[in-house]
């Protein structure tokens, strides 16, 4: 089975509430790398939710974006994935299935040597992720020798082929440079080598390129694309820029309010959602394209983790409201292999 008969039978598969998915045989469960089933992040007694049930899968090899604008919940999904949530942060329900193990029922020191070794995370500030008072090479060859314990001479050399992978000009200068020397996209460029030195099964990269300018950015992300290609490595790109993912991404889940609201490879040529519709009209246009079309901004803001909603958490800010959407939450639709969570769908 390929991986893209492969996620059409499981997509298919999903019905309303998540956590009714059947689950898979064992041929199907070879080619899935991440399975999120149901996942929530709560704080307090529960009231305070960031992340509400959230889907998402991922086939070995696979690219698929997370997007959705500040605040609805890209990053806290992230970190309950890499068991680095913030203090006071859990995980009251859902299910994390990587290569066919649930991580939240793992014991922690378990879940730490897995996600140390087959997972990897690349952050939003490439200054904070480094440790300002150690060179870049104690921190790029620190990695095999905590992981692989390999002899100092040979972690040294292993650094300074990654750190030429990652096209830094001059490795064996940036081996023994502290981070404040280095410009935040070759600082990136650190984080990334870092991230994908034992070669994981999984990157996590959590708006990687916010911090950089539009080059570097772009730069940053073909590199990213580039090195996890050629690893066959599954990788979770979260960013609030749809246009960075139209040239990465096979599908891309949209995020609002904590909660998926499409999943979908054809986000920009198609969207479903009027999110994902309001998404794309405020997006600027490529450069290259010289339009003159008048960026639509959304108006309003959706709500926070503590606000209560019935319906859909959209709807007070969308133009296509009917209504259904103030009664319930709507379920995630089917339509063709795309999945979305407006009643304008229910009966396609
Ligand atoms: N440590 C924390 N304590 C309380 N609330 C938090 C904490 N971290 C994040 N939040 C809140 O959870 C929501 C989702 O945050 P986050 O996942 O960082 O959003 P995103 O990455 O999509 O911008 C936001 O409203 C944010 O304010
Ligand atoms: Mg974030």
Known sequence: ???DSYLKSAL????????????????????????????????????????????????KGEVAGLVGESGSGKSLAAFSLMGLLPFGARVP????????????????????????????MIFQEPLTALNPVLTIGEQVSEIFRYHEHMKKKEARELSYELLSQVGLPNPKAAYSSYPHRFSGGMRQRVVIAMALALNPDLVIADEPTTALDPT????????????????????????????????????VFVMYAGLILEETG???KDPLHPYTRALV?????????????????IPGQ???PADKFKGCPFEPRCTMSFAPCTESLPPLFKVDERSVRCFRYGSC
């Open 216 to 251: 570097i950015a772009l730069q940053i992300t073909r590199l990213l694309h580039k090195l996890t290609k050629e690893r066959n490595t599954g990788v979770l790109f979260i960013t609030h820029n749809l246009r960075i993912l139209s040239s990465l991404a096979y599908k």
């Open 12 to 59: 298919a598969l999903k019905k309303y509430p998540p956590s009714a998915i059947e689950p898979k045989k064992d041929t199907e469960k070879s080619t899935l790398l991440l399975d999120i089933r149901n996942l929530s992040v709560a704080f307090g007694k529960g009231d305070y939710l960031p992340v509400k049930g959230v889907d998402l899968i991922l086939a």
């Open 93 to 120: 329900n859902g299910e994390i299935i990587f290569k066919g193990l649930d991580l939240i029922k793992l014991a922690p020191k378990e879940r730490r040597a897995l996600c140390g070794k087959q997972m990897g």
């Open 266 to 268: 054809q986000f920009l």
């Open 302 to 304: 959706g709500p926070g």
């Open 1 to 3: 089975m390929t991986v």
């Open 281 to 297: 009209d405020a997006l600027p246009p490529n450069p290259s394209e010289k339009s003159t079309k008048a960026l639509i901004p």
